[in-house]
């Protein structure tokens, strides 16, 4: 078993990030996780990966109950910074503003749902089907999950989406439509 963990760790180690936005509480979750399923096992007809992705984020969703009051002032802190940027800026410039942090950000304001199952697809490289397995939901609600948070995500970065799309001749995909 040893070795099929260390086999799915990147993309544990991605999908532990992309759910808490800090590399010191991803590593925290992603080591409670490991615990939680040497200590636990994986159910019999279950497959690892999908097993451990299962536990992590109900691990997460454990922690982020615990933090709900930090999480709030977490975000009014946002909302000050969003409001601190300059609307004169160009298109160009707001387009290279967009950094790992403010993608992470953005992350970080959809619903746990939201967040999870676009990670799972996203960071995690897993197929529709094999999400809603993992979170025991439809495939349609993994599909409607996925399409509000790239919407959402997008609205975020309308300046840069659009840029985006014109560097690619109008056409091709940006990721989040």
């Not at 991803?26 to 097993?51: F, N």
């Amino acid at each position: 078993m040893r070795k099929k963990i260390l086999e799915i760790l990147p993309d544990l180690r991605r999908f532990a990030f992309a759910l808490t936005g800090t590399q010191h509480d991803a590593d925290d979750l992603l080591q409670s996780t490991i615990e939680r399923v040497l200590d636990k096992g994986v159910p019999a007809g279950v497959e690892l990966p999908r097993w451990a992705f299962r536990v992590c984020r109900n691990l997460w969703i454990d922690e982020t109950r615990k933090r709900r009051v930090r999480l709030t002032e977490d975000l009014d802190d946002l909302q000050d910074i969003s409001h601190a940027t300059d609307v004169n800026e160009s298109e160009e410039q707001a387009f290279h503003r967009i950094t790992l942090d403010q993608i992470n950000d953005a992350m970080n304001l959809l619903p746990e749902a939201q967040r999870s199952t676009l990670s799972m697809l996203v960071l995690g490289g897993m197929a529709y089907a094999d999400i809603a397995e993992t979170l025991e939901i439809p495939v349609g609600t993994v599909m409607s999950r996925v399409a509000r948070a790239r919407r959402t995500l997008a609205d975020q970065f309308p300046d840069a989406l659009d840029n985006a799309g014109a560097r690619n001749n109008g056409g091709g995909d940006h990721g989040l439509h």
